[in-house]
């Protein structure tokens, strides 16, 4: 059975920010909720300025996006996106699919926004509506739509409508002006503060066009504008490209190519040596190059950051507490016990099939272990592009790292079982020539103040998971997105590993 490592919901997640997703939802009336869709056919007063790319992956073409703005009868403007691309991992061709809608009010303001993604087997339907002291979203996965409603100090951008936004500050333009602003991921669900620097100047034809560095949090991304808002290019750390095309050269795909393969494209290599046998490694110290070894995380006795060393420790099964309840009665640990938008505890499905893998466990140890065993040996490994639901992946049954980690932290929480998900790397010498570290998520449980919070791999049925298993976050998709400040940077010198 093949055994998956990357971190694709993240590279997906990635993706989605750097095309500027915002979404663009078809909901059928028995699923939709109260929350008014965007209508253009109403909405649309003048015609539409569109602008075709063509999108790269470290030069190679891989899809193709277009983008518009419409004018709407009260002032306001209509943005839209598309875009397709393909790319491979372990062999599969995965073919992704987005579309964007958003309503900017007269004053500038994002008023509303619909959410699409596709890839095949996982589909994400959304809808939002800015209010002035909330959010309120509307997503459909797995058959089942869910409400929320994030409070919110002011009304913030989103990634599509931030070159309108600098359209309208034309005659504020210039070499080294910094601006601040809220902004609101659709994707990740989380509100932050996007940095714009105007970095350079350059002249394309006889119009001046402007680079700006944009920053939310460590995810950096460039992007070169004209003062009226037209994007000509833009580029992301991860090394995808977007560039201005007429129609027909965006849409003309190469041919007789093989498709880029994101996965080993995306590998952070190792120096000094190699581990011949990673899934046994209980010790393991590396050398963090490329970046500060203090944005991997430092939490002893597990993992501990010693000047630019990281020192990753596995315990032994047998050193775990034996005796531990299954279910927690710490209010303390009530966090991780709980639903999120992604994991419905509540769901029926969710209860039940808890109750059917777990269910007369008396031992948080044994319990564990059963779990581990049961996600492993369910899930079909494939590669998957996506925001992992446990609801969805339970009844898909079918996913990578990603999709493991989801449906064992929603079964194990349903146990009362604390958990969460962890996200970083994992070395495999079982995808390229040689072995490197791979993006991966993996679980992790609590055993108790003394053992603390132990990794588990259900993706490679590991209680506990190896010492390769190097941790740079920790929590749901709007913590684990922070790991892209480190893509393309990140290298590792080997120091010891037994």
């Given at each position: 059975m093949r055994r998956l490592s990357p971190l694709l919901a993240i590279e997906a997640a990635a993706l989605a920010l750097w095309l500027g997703?915002?979404?663009?939802?078809?909901?059928?009336e028995d699923t939709a909720g109260e929350l008014r869709p965007i209508d253009p056919a109403a909405l649309q007063a003048g015609p539409a300025a569109e602008t075709w790319f063509g999108i790269y992956f470290q030069d190679q073409k891989v899809g193709y996006a277009v983008q518009s703005e419409s004018p709407t009868a009260d002032g306001g403007r209509l943005l839209r996106s598309r875009s397709a691309f393909e790319v491979?991992?372990?062999g599969e061709i995965k073919r992704i699919v987005t579309a964007s809608d958003a309503l900017v009010d007269?004053?500038?303001?994002?008023?509303?926004?619909?959410?699409?993604?596709e890839s095949d087997p996982v589909r994400i339907l959304a809808r939002g509506e800015v209010q002035d002291d909330q959010i309120i979203m509307e997503?459909?996965?797995?058959g089942e739509l869910q409400t929320l409603t994030l409070p919110i100090d002011e009304r913030p951008q989103i990634q599509m409508s931030v070159s309108a936004w600098i359209a309208d500050r034309e005659q504020d333009l210039a070499m080294g002006q910094v601006f601040e602003l809220p902004y609101f991921d659709p994707v990740t669900?989380?509100?932050q503060t996007m940095r714009l620097e105007i970095e350079d100047v350059e002249l394309v034809g006889s119009e001046e066009a402007y680079w700006v560095q944009r920053s939310v949090g460590d995810i950096e991304t460039r992007f070169l504008i004209t003062p009226s808002g037209k994007v000509l290019r833009e580029?992301?750390?991860?090394?995808?490209?977007m560039v201005a095309e007429t129609r027909e050269q965006a849409e003309t795909m190469p041919t007789g190519v093989e498709p880029v393969n994101i996965i080993a494209l995306s590998a952070v290599q190792l120096t000094g040596g190699q581990l011949h046998q990673p899934r046994r490694t209980r010790v393991l110290s590396l050398v963090v190059h490329g970046v500060e070894a203090e944005k991997l995380r430092d939490e002893p006795p597990l993992q501990r950051i010693v000047g630019d060393t990281v020192t990753v420790t596995t315990p032994l099964l047998v050193e775990l507490p034996a005796d531990l309840p299954k279910a927690e009665t710490d209010p303390a640990l009530q966090p991780w016990l709980g639903s999120t938008l992604f994991m419905p505890l509540d769901h029926p499905d969710i209860q039940d099939k808890a109750r059917d893998v777990i269910g007369d466990v008396r031992t948080r140890r044994e319990a564990v272990q059963v779990l581990v065993d049961w996600?492993?040996?369910?899930?079909?490994k494939a590669p998957t592009m996506g925001v992992p639901n446990a609801l969805e992946i339970l009844q898909v049954g079918q996913g990578d790292c990603n999709e493991h980690t989801a449906l064992f932290v929603a079964l194990a929480r349903a146990q009362g079982i604390p958990s969460r998900v962890a996200a970083g790397l994992v070395y495999s010498d079982s995808i390229g020539d040689d072995g490197a570290f791979y993006y991966h998520a993996w679980p992790e449980v609590y055993f108790g103040p003394e053992a603390g919070w132990v990794p588990v791999d259900p993706t490679f049925g590991q209680f506990p998971a190896d010492a390769t298993h190097v941790k740079v976050v920790e929590g749901d998709l709007d913590r684990q997105v922070e790991i892209m400040g480190v893509m393309g940077r990140l290298s590792f010198e080997l120091v010891e590993a037994r």
């Open positions: 997703l915002a979404g663009w939802l078809l909901l059928s491979a991992a372990f007269p004053q500038g303001q994002v008023s509303r926004f619909d959410f699409f993604m997503l459909v996965q797995a669900m989380a509100t580029e992301s750390a991860l090394g995808f490209a996600v492993y040996g369910y899930l079909i």
